[in-house]
């Protein structure tokens, strides 16, 4: 009897050492490999949770909540009045940090937004969406909701216009107009005021010179053609229209007549937030700041050799507290804006081999734009213009202020380190040529200035749409060299067509795909401001 | 007997998919119509195709059969709504329905314009639903006396709009795809239409910019200052009624700054109540 007890002790033991060690040998080589590249090997994955301790937290958890509405059910009956001090109320949507998830959108701008708005209108029981946010509240003391710092979608001046040269950016910009008529049917919540985005129509004005007026002819014959409404005028003609302006240099010029003009750009982010909150997406406040990876020997893709894919699994993200966790994806989309090309390097893109070693060509580029208020300015027949140097001026309100800026040149560009706001700009580059275009400029005075991050694709200058030819899960909705905000939901829909059609189903964004890097056949956008 | 490869022969089939889908009258999968052609036929993602459709995979001929894509999402999102059946559900649902089925009915009738022509068909389009119409030379109102109108049958080049008055009839913005290329139109009166908002005023300053003189949108609350701004466009308007809707101060200065740029307007329903007020 002895024995048998001592024999069942020692095998027990024995066991229980076995099971460890298999299992954490499993655990080891199960998920996660090191990560080459310099940014994601900085962190440790977090461990998972052992399951039991989990049980009796959730356990815990739901005895608290169910103690407190017997509590407050007490109270209100007997009709007592006080502080109750309930369990603080967790940002998550069950109470829990989102540890899984269908889809995941890194970057909640105008682009990650639409995309979590159109996937989940289009399904909204069938697949849970987690979008990763980086910067949602501006001042940590005051609770006040979803105010961006440094996200270009809010620091944008909102035009929206037909004048490219390109048929994608021409079709997306005409839906985005349709979207935008019809805002109050697609992103109205119940229990909230319908949205408003205070569309301004005023139209776009792009002046050319000799050299460009062939090229702004064409632009404006294939926009007529695919149902933009605009009109060329000759330099008479400008002088007559638009009589405070100076047609010197001036071959050509191209006036928009529909669907263009400009709104507010935070407006139409808040709107697809809150309509996607209400639609069940969950908002995670977060960095992202690494991948984990799984090594999946059986899969065959074009361009990879067999028995060497890694699939992404599980993103890494630091929360405001400072905690790591992870969140583990069917599909991830990248639209991260400006810092996209920072999110890819961690999921290899950039630092891999084969076709991993093409890396991601966002970067951001600091734009400056100036409120200046001029007594005798240009009156209300002052459409956007665009100076063929690229500088452009609009109004802004009916008191004589107008918002105003240029894209610097290559070798001036400001450097990104913040968002500060280089005065001298304006009076080195834009004032002397505004003035000479339109003589009234002559005397304006700087209110004010604020300046933001272009996503800037190096590449071409045109948005990167498309899974990723590497990654069967991953996708991008990025680079859009600052025409993103009104291009944000046609890209919204296209995205979601990509993912739940399995095709472009109304624009087709196929000359936009991360392909075009890899076969080297830049999409080349002729009318970029 | 003829051999097609499989590709021509899952061409055979979808096109004969395609001519009969519309005779079964089966629920449309996609709720977002235009097909796209690209200009160019460059499509850079041609170097990787599905593992199956490279030479040198086998595949059986069942594989005609299989559909191209997955289940439709559509039926999979009826199935898990729970259907409301609350009395303000089904209310606004009535609503909803009603409003999506008078869009439609502004749809363009590619058939209409090319018997008629655009100014008779745009005429036809208005009487039919309530408007009045008349024509250059004329001086009576053409209006619907109960389901009776007076309008040729055919396309008549005498026949040109020269005014419009929408009466009660609800006109959507997708209306004015029926009301284009009217290049005589002088005269038009929105009065009383509730849909009418900055996009409409966006559409009309395109639309007749070089011919519109009188317009009026008394009654139409949703134009704000942004949308009587955009009308600087129409050099020949004189006369703008705004009657009802010039309540804010913002809109009072827009009128006085469109009435500097074209000296020849007169806008009316709008009272300037404190003159010192224009910072301009």
């Known amino acids: 009897m002895f024995i048998s007890t001592m024999f069942k002790a020692v095998n027990t033991f024995k066991c229980r050492k076995f099971i460890k060690v298999k299992f954490v040998n499993l655990y080891k080589n199960a998920c996660f490999c090191t990560n080459k590249s310099e940014v994601s090997s900085s962190y440790e994955p977090p461990k998972p949770e052992n399951p039991f301790k989990r049980t009796f937290r959730i356990l815990g958890n739901d005895m608290k909540t169910a103690k407190n509405k017997v509590q407050s059910f007490i109270t209100k009956v007997q009709g007592v009045r006080e502080v109750t001090n309930k369990v603080p109320k967790s940002p998550y949507r069950d109470g829990v940090f989102p540890e899984h998830c269908d889809i995941a959108i890194i970057g909640g701008g105008a682009m990650g937004s639409s995309i979590a708005y159109w996937l989940k209108q289009r399904a909204p029981n069938a697949i849970t969406v987690t979008v990763i946010e980086k910067d949602p509240?501006?001042?940590?003391?005051?609770?006040?909701?979803?105010?961006?710092?440094?996200?270009?979608?809010?620091?944008?001046?909102?035009?929206?216009?037909?004048?490219?040269?390109?048929?994608?950016?021409?079709?997306?910009?005409?839906?985005g107009a349709e979207f935008l008529r019809n805002i109050k049917q697609h992103l109205s919540v119940e229990g909230h005021d319908p949205p408003d985005v205070q569309f301004t129509p005023f139209g776009y004005l792009c002046l050319a010179s000799e050299e460009g007026a062939q090229q702004l002819e064409e632009n404006a014959n294939l926009q007529k053609k695919l149902g933009a409404k605009n009109e060329l005028l000759t330099p008479v003609k400008l002088k007559q229209k638009f009589p405070w302006i100076n047609t010197d240099g001036i071959a050509l010029g191209c006036h928009g007549l529909e669907n263009e003009g400009w709104f507010d750009p935070w407006s139409l982010l808040y709107a697809f937030k809150t309509k996607a909150l209400s639609l069940g997406v969950e908002y995670v406040d977060g960095e992202a700041v690494g991948f984990e990876f799984k090594k999946m020997p059986d899969m065959l893709t074009e361009g990879v050799e067999p028995g060497s894919y890694e699939a992404v699994e599980k993103?890494?993200?630091?929360?405001?507290?400072?905690?790591?966790?992870?969140?583990?994806?069917?599909?991830?989309i990248i639209a991260a804006g400006p810092h996209s090309a920072r999110v890819a390097k961690m999921a290899r893109i950039g630092t891999g081999e084969g076709m991993l070693s093409i890396p991601l060509p966002v970067e951001p580029r600091k734009r400056y734009v100036f409120c200046i208020n001029c007594k005798n300015g240009p009156g209300l027949n002052t459409p956007l213009t665009?100076?063929?140097?690229?500088?452009?001026?609009?109004?802004?309100?009916?008191?004589?202020?107008y918002i105003c800026g240029r894209s610097p040149l290559p070798e001036e560009e400001p450097s990104v380190d913040n968002l500060d706001v280089d005065y001298d700009f304006f009076d080195k580059n834009v004032w002397p040529i505004l003035a000479k275009r339109v003589p009234a400029f002559e005397s304006v005075k700087v209110k004010s200035a604020w300046s933001g991050y272009y996503?800037?694709?190096?590449?071409?200058?045109?948005?990167?749409?498309?899974?990723?030819?590497?990654?069967?899960?991953?996708?991008?909705?990025?680079?859009f060299s600052g025409h993103g905000i009104q291009h944000s939901p046609a890209v919204g829909r296209s995205v979601m067509e990509m993912i739940l059609d399995g095709d472009f189903e109304t624009i087709d964004l196929k000359r936009m795909s991360f392909d075009r890097l890899i076969t080297d056949t830049p999409l080349i956008e002729q009318n970029i401001f | 007997m003829q051999?097609?490869?499989?590709?021509?022969?899952?061409?055979?089939?979808?096109?004969?998919?395609?001519?009969?889908?519309p005779y079964l009258k089966v629920l449309c999968t996609n709720r977002y119509c235009t097909e796209v052609k690209p200009e160019t036929k460059s499509n850079p993602t041609l170097w990787r195709k599905p593992w199956a459709h490279k030479e040198g995979e086998w595949f059986s001929m069942f594989r005609l059969f299989a559909p191209e894509k997955g289940g439709s999402l559509e039926v999979i999102r009826i199935l898990q709504n729970n259907i409301n059946f609350s009395p303000q559900a089904i209310q606004k649902w009535i609503k909803k329905t009603k409003r999506e089925a008078s869009?439609?009915?502004?749809?363009?009738?590619?058939?209409?314009?090319?018997?008629?022509?655009?100014?008779?068909?745009?005429?036809?389009?208005?009487?039919?639903?309530?408007?009045a119409i008349r024509f250059v030379g004329s001086t009576e109102w053409i209006k619907r006396q109960g389901d009776e109108y007076d309008l040729p049958n055919k396309y008549n080049p005498d026949y040109l709009v020269e005014a419009i008055d929408i009466l009660d009839m609800k006109l959507y913005y997708e209306g004015f795809q029926n009301m284009t290329n009217l290049s005589s139109l002088q005269w038009l009166s929105l009065q009383n239409c509730v849909e009418v908002d900055d996009w409409f005023l966006d559409k009309i300053s395109c639309e007749y910019q070089s011919s519109l003189e009188y317009l009026d949108i008394g009654n139409c609350v949703q134009v704000s200052h942004r949308g009587i701004s955009a009308l600087y466009r129409m050099s020949k308007l004189r006369t703008l009624k705004v009657h009802n809707i010039a309540n804010s101060q913002m809109f009072q200065l827009a009128c006085l700054m469109l009435e500097d740029i074209h000296p020849q307007l007169n806008i009316e329903g709008v009272t300037y109540l404190d003159s010192e007020n224009q910072s301009v």
């Open chain 1, 137 to 175: 509240s501006v001042n940590q003391n005051i609770v006040s909701w979803g105010q961006y710092v440094d996200a270009s979608t809010v620091l944008s001046v909102g035009g929206l216009r037909q004048q490219f040269s390109l048929e994608e950016n021409i079709r997306m910009s005409l839906f």
């Open chain 1, 315 to 332: 993103v890494l993200v630091k929360t405001e507290s400072g905690e790591l966790r992870s969140i583990k994806f069917g599909f991830v």
């Open chain 1, 386 to 401: 665009i100076d063929p140097s690229g500088a452009y001026f609009r109004r802004e309100g009916l008191a004589g202020n």
């Open chain 1, 455 to 479: 996503e800037y694709n190096t590449y071409d200058e045109n948005g990167i749409v498309g899974p990723h030819p590497y990654y069967t899960n991953l996708y991008i909705a990025t680079g």
């Open chain 2, 3 to 21: 051999f097609y490869s499989e590709k021509t022969m899952r061409y055979l089939i979808q096109c004969g998919h395609k001519q009969f889908l």
């Open chain 2, 103 to 131: 869009i439609l009915d502004m749809k363009y009738i590619p058939e209409r314009h090319d018997i008629l022509g655009s100014n008779l068909a745009a005429a036809h389009f208005l009487v039919h639903r309530g408007a």
